[in-house]
């Protein structure tokens, strides 16, 4: 599935990205989940979905795709990559916000309330660079609940390498909060950044915009100077 649009007239270096991610990732949610129901194709009815926003010039591409893995030993393609090829075929590029949902794989120990992205996909994203950046934001949900995680490529490449698993400090639980109501209220708080009129708390301080703001924006972490 794919939609695009023609964001507001100026030059598209002065995009605020950070903002748009806010804006628009309850939306890749949405299409993610539905992506997964609809496009998933698990041989063992494991469907996983997977919405991109990607940029050409002024235009706003988003794209969805399902996981592709009909039978036991056969090929397996990720939701991540397929979105991923059908925006680069139309000429988008620019990734700054992913929203990806499977049914978690609870092995006891982490037990995280959304599935994590695959080592393969992290590697894809790290070698596409026309596509992604470090600094592209990928949010993990559950299916149903607004559970999720907040990772940037950078991020999810330095745990790969590490060999450590997604931990919890990104862990966001909206679950009481359906249509993201906490959520979109992060939109005011970015600006209100922006104005000094508040501050995350140490480490934070004297954030600039970016993946960092955005996820302290979202999850109410912002305070009143
Ligand atoms: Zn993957």
Redesign the pocket.
């Known amino acids: 599935m794919k939609h695009s649009v023609e964001l507001p007239a100026g030059h598209p270096g002065l995009i605020d990205l950070g903002l748009l991610t806010i804006q628009i990732m309850p939306f890749l949610v949405e299409e993610a989940r539905l992506a997964a129901r609809l496009e998933g194709d698990s041989w063992r009815g494991y469907q996983?979905g997977s919405a991109l926003a990607a940029l050409a010039g002024k235009q706003l591409g988003i794209y969805s795709a399902g996981?592709f893995k009909p039978y036991k030993d056969g090929p397996r393609v990720?939701?991540?990559?397929t979105a991923t090829d059908a925006a680069e075929s139309d000429g988008f590029g620019d990734i700054f916000a992913l929203a990806t949902t499977g049914e978690p794989q609870l092995d006891g120990q982490l037990d995280l309330p959304y599935l994590p992205?695959?080592?393969?996909?992290v590697g894809?994203m790290q070698r596409r660079k026309n596509m992604y950046s470090p600094r592209t934001l990928s949010m993990l949900v559950h299916p149903l609940r607004n559970e999720f995680g907040l990772y940037t490529v950078r991020e999810m490449t330095i745990m790969k390498a590490s060999g450590r698993n997604l931990h919890s400090p990104h862990f966001f639980n909206h679950s009481f909060d359906p249509d993201w109501e906490e959520w979109r209220a992060g939109e005011a708080d970015y600006l209100r950044y922006a104005n000094g009129e508040i501050e995350p708390d140490a480490p934070y301080a004297g954030i600039k915009p970016g993946p960092d703001l955005v996820r302290l924006s979202v999850t109410g972490q912002l305070r009143d100077v």
Request: aromatic content about 0%; some cysteine; charged content about 25%.
């Open positions: 996983v996981n990720c939701a991540e990559e992205q695959c080592d393969p996909c894809m």
